[in-house]
């Protein structure tokens, strides 16, 4: 569903080449993959030309089968918003707006009526275990609640693809690994694929599927 096809991004990093370098991989649909390696293995970098948020310097990215790293900016911003999900390490929720209305935003913007996005975004809070939450500002959530809005927000819309840049990293170990079991059903109820950057154990031996990366190559792919 997801390939990445003899994929480079370089670029200077204090004063050193660094990116991603040739690679290759597919992660299939209804998949939970992660992105595995230290910090400077290119994770982050992959995850960016998978969200078309960077263009390759080599190489393609193909969603669903088609080639989406050669669209036009206007084009690609149109994809994010209607088939691609982000999870953020920081949540970034807006302070101001209750769970139901963060989890709306994506909804408003692709300008789905008020009413249905109230809907879609409340089953999804429904889903990830806050319906009694609908109301409740992110001050008002523990940290694990608070990347659960972010989920739910970023599946809201449907998407094809939901990314996560190391979604674990402000939760501790007790709200960590059920982060990932959800996001493992998730993956199997809705056939969406979530391709997770991460360096934590408890995250990788969760996955599906996961590949690893040093010095911007793909070393290991399981």
């Known amino acids: 569903m997801l390939q990445f096809r003899n994929l480079t991004r370089a670029y200077e990093l204090g004063g050193e080449r660094a990116g991603v370098f040739g690679v ?3 992660v299939p649909k209804g998949c ?9 293995s290119g994770k982050t970098t992959l995850l960016q030309l998978a969200g078309l948020l960077d ?17 036009s900016e206007r084009e690609r911003c149109d994809l994010r918003l209607r088939r691609l999900g982000f999870v953020f390490q920081a949540f970034n929720l807006v302070p101001v707006l209750s769970a139901l209305e963060n989890a709306m935003l994506p909804l408003q913007l692709q300008g789905i009526a008020e009413v249905e996005a109230r809907r879609r975004a409340a089953a999804a809070l429904d889903r990830v275990g806050l319906a009694d939450r609908l109301h409740h500002r992110p001050g008002q959530l523990s940290g694990g609640q608070q990347q659960r809005v972010a989920i739910a927000r970023a599946l809201a819309p449907d998407p094809l693809l939901v990314l996560a840049d190391e979604p674990t990293a402000s939760l501790d170990h007790a709200h960590g690994g059920p982060l990932m079991d959800l ?26 599927r996961v590949y690893r990366l040093a010095d911007g190559r793909l070393v290991e792919a399981a």
């Open 24 to 26: 290759t991989l597919a």
């Open 32 to 40: 939970l993959a992660v992105l595995a390696g230290p910090s400077g």
């Open 183 to 208: 996001m493992a059903d998730l993956a199997a109820e809705r056939g969406a694929t979530f391709l997770v950057a991460s360096h934590d154990p408890a995250v990788i031996a969760r996955a599906h």
């Open 55 to 71: 263009q390759p310097d080599e190489g393609a990215v193909l969603l669903d089968g088609q080639e989406v790293s050669s669209l």
